[in-house]
């Protein structure tokens, strides 16, 4: 997403394709990206940088959201011939004959979920599409869901400084046999330490209307990132890396997917595999991390409204 929307200006095309291809090089095999990330602009990236890797690579995209053309907004849309309609334009963008992971970006309140799950389905009957996802949906949502056509995998928002997930999500998707895609593993930058109170975001950076990202609130939760600071010290790491490490310390089908527009930061992120987290590190970092109170939404409120249907 950040290589063409949310995060301010857009980097150098070319830089980023070779970004990609250089993480396909140490190993990375999953790429994640969505109609509204530019919007389209990232799926055509993304279809340009693994051109050369069919087969080798899985993409997952998103649908669900459309842009209205007269003002840019993003409205939620999951009507079965409009699902049908964007798995056609994604497959074109993303140069590929069928879509590895194909979520709901955001659940449709006027849509029955059983409808899109067999929208979907007909998808896959077809060979457009493999598998199907949700993002940011409920549990019962999910179940409803699943009950129609299986979901492999829920993406959801889920980090040291979110753990809502761990009331309902969790259980719900062990029970079920459902991966997890932790997105904004990193707290959008925020846990890697390299963000303060003092840090300027460019005008266009969404976390600029992010309640979490206000100046007084980011240095309330400051705190957070200390605490990873010192246990990083302990393992030779860097505060991103254990929050990386922890997620990957929950479960085994838990794949965060942090994202970056640099390759010190890519290697970085990668590197976070080597980390190993004990069951006693595991503890002392979560009973530290009760102790400290978060602050701020995550999203504004107008936002909010679309999660967790």
């Given at each position: 997403?950040?290589?063409?929307?949310g995060?301010?200006?857009s980097?150098?095309?070319?830089?980023?394709?070779?970004?990609i291809?250089?993480?396909?090089?140490?190993?990375?095999?999953?790429?994640?990206?969505?109609?509204?990330?530019?919007?389209?602009?990232?799926?055509?990236l993304v279809?340009?940088?693994?051109?050369?890797?069919?087969?080798?690579?899985?993409?997952?995209t998103?649908f669900?959201?459309r842009?209205?053309p007269?003002?840019g907004q993003?409205?939620?849309?999951?009507?079965?011939?409009y699902?049908?309609?964007?798995?056609?334009?994604?497959?074109?963008?993303?140069?590929?004959?069928?879509?590895?992971?194909?979520?709901q970006?955001?659940?449709?309140?006027?849509?029955?979920?059983?409808?899109?799950?067999?929208?979907?389905?007909?998808?896959?009957?077809e060979?457009?599409?493999?598998?199907?996802?949700?993002?940011?949906?409920?549990?019962?949502?999910?179940?409803?869901?699943?009950?129609?056509?299986?979901?492999?995998?829920?993406?959801?928002?889920?980090?040291?400084?979110?753990?809502?997930?761990?009331?309902?999500l969790?259980?719900?998707?062990?029970?079920?046999?459902i991966?997890?895609?932790?997105?904004?593993?990193?707290?959008k930058?925020?846990?890697?330490?390299?963000?303060?109170?003092?840090?300027?975001f460019?005008?266009?950076?969404?976390?600029?209307?992010?309640?979490?990202?206000?100046?007084d609130?980011?240095?309330?939760?400051?705190?957070l990132?200390?605490?990873?600071?010192?246990?990083?010290?302990?393992?030779?790491a860097?505060?991103?890396?254990?929050a990386?490490?922890?997620l990957?310390?929950?479960?085994?089908?838990?794949?965060?997917?942090?994202?970056?527009?640099?390759?010190?930061?890519?290697?970085?992120?990668?590197?976070?595999?080597t980390?190993?987290?004990t069951?006693?590190?595991?503890?002392?970092?979560?009973s530290?991390?009760?102790k400290?109170?978060?602050q701020?939404?995550?999203y504004?409120?107008?936002?909010?409204?679309?999660t967790?249907l």
């Open positions: 997403m950040g290589m063409s929307h995060y301010g200006p980097p150098d095309k070319k830089e980023m394709i070779s970004l291809r250089k993480a396909i090089e140490r190993g990375v095999t999953f790429f994640d990206t969505a109609q509204v990330y530019g919007p389209f602009t990232n799926e055509e279809g340009e940088a693994l051109d050369p890797f069919r087969g080798q690579v899985v993409i997952a998103k669900g959201l842009i209205v007269s003002s993003q409205v939620v849309d999951s009507q079965p011939e699902i049908k309609q964007s798995a056609d334009a994604s497959l074109k963008r993303l140069r590929v004959d069928t879509i590895d992971l194909f979520y970006h955001r659940v449709d309140p006027k849509v029955p979920i059983e409808d899109v799950a067999g929208a979907v389905k007909d998808l896959m009957r060979g457009k599409v493999k598998h199907f996802g949700l993002s940011e949906a409920g549990v019962q949502t999910i179940r409803r869901a699943h009950a129609v056509q299986q979901v492999t995998a829920v993406q959801s928002e889920y980090s040291l400084w979110w753990r809502r997930p761990e009331d309902e969790l259980p719900t998707l062990e029970e079920l046999g991966g997890l895609v932790p997105f904004s593993p990193l707290g930058g925020f846990l890697t330490g390299k963000i303060d109170e003092t840090t300027a460019d005008s266009s950076d969404f976390r600029n209307i992010v309640p979490r990202f206000t100046p609130v980011r240095k309330a939760n400051l705190e990132v200390d605490l990873l600071r010192k246990v990083a010290e302990q393992k030779n860097t505060p991103g890396q254990i990386l490490a922890w990957l310390a929950q479960k085994p089908w838990i794949v965060p997917i942090p994202g970056t527009r640099k390759l010190e930061r890519l290697e970085e992120n990668i590197e976070a595999v980390v190993e987290l069951s006693e590190d595991l503890r002392e970092i979560n530290a991390v009760s400290v109170a978060i701020g939404a995550r504004p409120e107008e936002l909010d409204k679309r967790g």
